[in-house]
């Protein structure tokens, strides 16, 4: 069965740091990964994914992550941090092709930005 | 606009008995989910459907029903056989054309047992 561990609970950045939120994920076969935004009392939307190819995908609102197969990770970087980006964050790991198409969510990275 | 629907954004039950959260979408997609989030402890399935009048149960599936008799639709039922469901649910969808499809959320809705 896959899992997914976000070793942070809270993080606190200054608003115009870098931020990477860590993501570290147990799969038998070769992962398909996300990265969902939350913010208070809404539902998940999509930052990005990762399927195939290059390693280093892009995303919505200035976000990137790097897929490292040797280290089960797929961490999440900004190199600018905005007011705005306050929200939880969550990574994510799919079950397919058989497996009903089924998620497997980290308990969340709770993000808070000092002006 | 097509999207994800979930009403009502807030519910209030009494101990005992059963309510019926709603969850509609207008993306054709083929597959509807439903998840349970509480503090510190992500998102947790409750139920999915692939298809029409199909559903199986997902991680935490007890005191909880489901139905899927239009492909736009996949009520939740949380019965008093479930222990603790003040909690936040989310609903998914997506289409199943390819593996790697995206799951899309609607806004959730807030359950609160007095």
């Known amino acids: 069965a896959q899992s997914v561990t976000q070793p942070d609970i809270h993080i606190t950045v200054s608003e115009g740091a870098s931020l990477e939120l860590r993501c570290n994920y147990s799969y038998g076969a070769t992962p398909y990964l996300f990265w969902y935004v939350q913010s208070p009392g809404q539902g998940l939307q999509l930052l990005l994914k990762y399927f195939s190819g290059d390693t280093l995908v892009q995303g919505i609102k200035g976000f990137e992550a790097e897929f490292k197969r040797s280290q089960s990770s797929f961490n999440l970087r900004k190199p600018s941090v905005h007011w705005s980006d306050a929200a939880e964050y969550f990574c994510?790991?799919?079950?397919f092709g058989g497996g009903g198409n089924k998620l497997t969510f980290g308990t969340g990275t709770q993000l808070k930005v000092e002006l | 606009d097509g999207g994800i629907t979930q009403s009502p954004k807030y519910l209030f039950r009494k101990e005992g008995q059963n309510v019926t959260l709603s969850c509609e979408q207008n993306l054709n997609h083929d597959a509807m989910y439903w998840y349970r989030q509480d503090p510190g402890q992500g998102l947790r399935l409750i139920y999915y459907s692939q298809i029409v009048n199909d559903f199986q149960k997902g991680d935490i599936a007890e005191g909880y029903s489901v139905s899927r008799e239009k492909k736009e639709s996949f009520p939740l039922t949380v019965t008093s056989a479930q222990k603790n469901p003040t909690a936040f649910y989310l609903c998914a969808s997506k289409l199943l054309a390819g593996d790697t499809d995206t799951q899309y959320f609607g806004p959730g809705t807030r359950l609160t047992v007095l």
């Open positions: 994510a790991v799919g079950a």
